[in-house]
C-alpha cells in the first residue's frame, strides 16, 4: 500500500497545477516545437537554395557551398549551437556598436531556429541536391523541348519531380531537429530538456521527469511519422505504384 501511495504522489507531480511539473513540461515541449519548425522550415529554403546553388551556380558559390556544408557536417551540432549563439551575439553587438546603436539581447526562440536552421540547412542541401540528381534527365529535357525557362523548369518540373526522393531524407532531418532543440538548453533556452531538468532537481524524482519527456519526444516521433507517411503517399499519387521509395 505504501507503495502504491508514493507512486500515486509521484504522479501528482505531473499534473498541470502547481505544485505539478506538467504545465511546464508541456510549454517547454511548445517552445521545442517552435524552434523545430522554425528551425525545419529555414533549413528547408537554404537546402533547396544550397542545392541549387551545388547544382547550377558557378564555382565560386560552389566552392563557398561546399565550404558550409563541409563544416556543419563535420563539427558537432552542440559546438555549432555554442559558436553560432555566442559568437553571433558577440558580432552583432560589435556591428550594432560600429553603427552607433546600443547592444541588443538576442530573442531566445529567435536565435534557436536561427542555429537550428543553419545546422539542418547543410543537411537538406545534401539530401535534395541528391534528390534533384535522381530526377529522370527526359522529363527536364521534355519541359526545354515545351520551352520552359530554366526557372519555370526548377519550378514546375524539377522541384516536384525530385519531391519523392527527397521525402525520406527530409523526414528524417524532421525527426533530428526536434531532437536537436535539447541541445538549446545549455544556452540556458527553457525548451523541453530544460524545463525536465529544472523539475527533476527541484522534486529529485529524476526517473520520473526524464521518462515523462521521453514519453513527449515518442508522441512527437509518432505523430510525425503519420503525418510523414500520407505526405509520402501524396508526393507518390503520380508513380504506377503507391509504394514508399
Not at 95 to 119: E, Q, S, T
Request: with cysteine; proline share 3%.
Amino acid at each position: 500500500m505504501d507503495t502504491i501511495s508514493s507512486f500515486i504522489d509521484s504522479l501528482q507531480l505531473l499534473s498541470l497545477t502547481p505544485p505539478g511539473w506538467g504545465g511546464n513540461l508541456l510549454r517547454g515541449l511548445l517552445h521545442s516545437l517552435q524552434i523545430a519548425l522554425g528551425g525545419y522550415s529555414l533549413g528547408l529554403l537554404i537546402g533547396i537554395l544550397g542545392a541549387c546553388g551545388k547544382l547550377y551556380a558557378g564555382a565560386f558559390v560552389k566552392d563557398s557551398l561546399a565550404c558550409y556544408t563541409t563544416l556543419v557536417r563535420a563539427v558537432p551540432e552542440l559546438i555549432l549551437i555554442l559558436l553560432f549563439y555566442y559568437a553571433g551575439t558577440d558580432l552583432l553587438n560589435q556591428l550594432m556598436l560600429l553603427i552607433g546603436r546600443d547592444p541588443v539581447d538576442v530573442d531566445g526562440l529567435i536565435a534557436g531556429i536561427f542555429v537550428i536552421g543553419l545546422v539542418q540547412g547543410a543537411y537538406a542541401t545534401e539530401v535534395i541536391r541528391g534528390a534533384i540528381l535522381a530526377v529522370p534527365k527526359g522529363q527536364i529535357e521534355a519541359a526545354r523541348a515545351y520551352g520552359f525557362s530554366f526557372w519555370q523548369t526548377l519550378r514546375r518540373v524539377t522541384l516536384p519531380a525530385m519531391l519523392p526522393y527527397a521525402i525520406p531524407g527530409l523526414a528524417n532531418l524532421w525527426l533530428i531537429a526536434t531532437k536537436d532543440t535539447a541541445l538549446l538548453a545549455v544556452v540556458g533556452f527553457s525548451e523541453l530538456t530544460l524545463e525536465t531538468k529544472q523539475a527533476a532537481g527541484s522534486t529529485k524524482h529524476y526517473m520520473l521527469f526524464y521518462c515523462a519527456a521521453g514519453a513527449l519526444y515518442l508522441i512527437v516521433t509518432i505523430i510525425s511519422n503519420q503525418l510523414i507517411q500520407r505526405i509520402e503517399r501524396w508526393s507518390r499519387r503520380g508513380f504506377a505504384d503507391g509504394r514508399s521509395i
